[in-house]
């Protein structure tokens, strides 16, 4: 066997990319060489590990069963050059992906916090909707997940991190916003501003708050959350998110809370990781600090 680890890392950057030209462009190779590299490693494991349809490339299931310990061998020998040349190095990137919610009000600030502590570990930022993510992590596309939904896929570990709280707001020139008491009769007559299906928050919201009015009247649905935030400032209509990402509007009176039958809609951020993922320094050094005070 005399696979390289060039090979390797044409094949990790080709199943990551999704295509020869966009992995050429990464490793800074041209298009020849990075196709030449992938068949002389399809040569030497005497398999398929891409399909080919046309001009299009696609990993198959001997691809995807090799391509985690693709990642191991490349993660291990970064630490190797890592511990080789500065214990304090930053060695390779760390991807990070988050939920909507995460991204934009938690991760930075522990990035942020990260770099301090770290001097300077090379990170990256990835933000899409909880399904997103995990469609990701399961492809080895970003190493470690923030989601504010659920995970139930056995590939994955889940690790419960911080608690949520989930919040119904109206404008307060909205006629729900003038009631002491809003009934469940008036949220299901309501007009809702919703997450699109795949976030986290809408799976969240279906199960706490669909599930006591039977049925509403979805008026829209939006896939960012400062969205839904303005429009709903505007009095029309009601929404529900994270209360980290209307504590302001609340506080400065562009948005009330309405008081409704329906207390106690908490939830748990979670951070995922897949169970196949090498954990070199970088990631538990990362890891840590999410846990830490």
Not at 270 to 284: D, E, F, N, T
Request: glycine share 6%.
């Amino acid at each position: 066997m005399r696979m390289t680890l060039k090979q390797l890392e044409v094949f990790i950057a080709i199943a990551q990319e999704g295509s020869v030209q966009a992995a050429s462009q990464r490793l800074h190779l041209t298009a020849s060489a990075t196709s030449m590299a992938l068949a002389d490693l399809e040569r030497q494991l005497e398999c398929r590990i891409f399909d080919r349809v046309g001009r299009r490339i696609q990993i198959n299931d001997s691809g995807r069963q090799l391509l985690p310990q693709a990642l191991d061998i490349i993660s291990r020998c970064e630490d190797m050059e890592h511990l080789a040349h500065d214990e304090h190095a930053s060695g390779g990137l760390l991807r990070l992906g988050a939920s909507l919610t995460l991204g934009s009000y938690l991760i930075p600030r522990l990035m942020g916090q990260h770099l301090l502590r770290q001097g300077a570990p090379r990170l990256s930022l990835e933000v899409g909707n909880s399904h997103y993510m995990i469609e990701r992590l399961l492809k080895f596309q970003i190493d470690i997940a923030f989601i504010e939904g659920y995970c139930h896929d056995p590939e994955i570990e889940v690790m419960p991190w911080r608690d949520d709280e989930l919040v119904i707001f109206a404008a307060p020139s909205h006629p729900l916003a003038q009631k002491e008491e809003v009934s469940l009769a008036d949220l299901a007559a309501a007009d809702w501003i919703l997450r699109e299906p795949g976030s986290g928050t809408r799976e969240v919201f279906d199960h706490l708050v669909l599930g006591h009015l039977g049925h509403l009247h979805l008026a829209m649905e939006l896939s960012h959350t400062e969205a839904i935030r303005c429009l709903i400032e505007t009095g029309y209509g009601i929404s529900c998110l994270s209360r980290l990402s209307v504590a302001a509007a609340l506080q400065s009176g562009h948005l009330v809370e309405l008081k409704t039958p329906l207390t106690h809609l908490q939830r748990q951020f979670l951070i995922l990781v897949h169970r196949r993922k090498y954990r070199g320094q970088r990631l538990q050094d990362f890891l840590a600090a999410c846990f830490s005070p």
